[in-house]
């Protein structure tokens, strides 16, 4: 089956400190890596896809990267609003269901 | 553009009790999905729609789940008799097409409480 892994579990930061998460994959064949944002009580809220090794995707303090094995999300200069759980998903073998990983907790301290 | 939405946003039943979720899509996605996250774990794909059919159920745990979408819109996930393990986040997504060329939309979830 399919395996996503997400390290570090828990993550906290000063504002303004950068860091990078980081999801590592093994699958047959990458059909998409996925980026949401899950704030508490909420559902997944969708961020970023990257298709092939080497494809950077940027949104405000964020960037996602791919290689052929893992992706990182780099967080520069984070505030205290980029707090929450950071969870990458890849599809299966047939599209029909996303596998995730157990996410990263980010906590930015003002 | 509504998102997904999903009914109730909590509930709290007793062991052997019956529960049913309700899941509306966003307009339009004829792909539905649900999903469940149980304490300490990685969200775990449940099943998927494609319209009012069903293509993977391949991630029910067993025959006390059933999931319906009658005329191919909104869906409901039936849990009968409910056991305790059973409680945990359960999520509804929907796309516009399958997975690894469309990206699913999330709704806030339903937590399930089974005492």
């Known amino acids: 089956e399919d395996q996503v892994t997400q390290s570090p579990e828990a993550l906290r930061l000063q504002e303004g400190e950068s860091s990078s998460l980081n999801c590592s994959y093994t699958?047959?064949?990458?059909?998409?890596l996925f980026w949401y944002r899950q704030d508490p009580g909420k559902g997944p809220e969708f961020l970023f896809t990257?298709?092939?090794a080497g494809e950077e995707k940027e949104k405000e303090r964020l960037k996602a990267t791919l290689t052929k094995k893992e992706s990182f999300l780099h967080i520069t200069a984070p505030k205290p609003e980029d707090s929450a759980t950071y969870l990458c998903?890849?599809?299966?073998?047939?599209?029909?269901?996303?596998?995730f990983g157990s996410g990263t907790k980010l906590n930015v301290k003002p | 553009e509504a998102g997904v939405t999903q009914f109730p946003s909590h509930s709290v039943i007793e062991k052997g009790q019956t529960v049913t979720l309700r899941c509306d899509p966003i307009?339009?996605?004829?792909?539905l999905y649900w999903y469940r996250r149980v304490m300490g774990k990685e969200i775990k794909f449940l099943l998927h729609?494609?319209?009012?059919?069903?293509?993977?159920e391949s991630g029910m745990p067993n025959n006390r789940f059933l999931a319906e979408r009658t005329g191919g819109t909104y869906s409901t996930l039936k849990v009968q008799p409910a056991e305790l393990e059973d409680s945990g986040v359960y999520f509804c997504?929907?796309?516009?097409?399958?997975?690894?060329?469309?990206?699913?939309?999330f709704g806030p979830g339903t937590r399930l409480t089974v005492l």
């Open positions: 699958v047959s064949g990458l059909r998409g």
């Open positions: 990257l298709y092939s």
């Open positions: 729609f494609v319209k009012e059919s069903k293509q993977d």
């Open positions: 307009s339009g996605h004829d792909n």
């Open positions: 997504a929907s796309s516009q097409l399958a997975g690894g060329a469309d990206t699913q939309y």
């Open positions: 998903a890849v599809p299966g073998d047939n599209f029909n269901k996303f596998y």
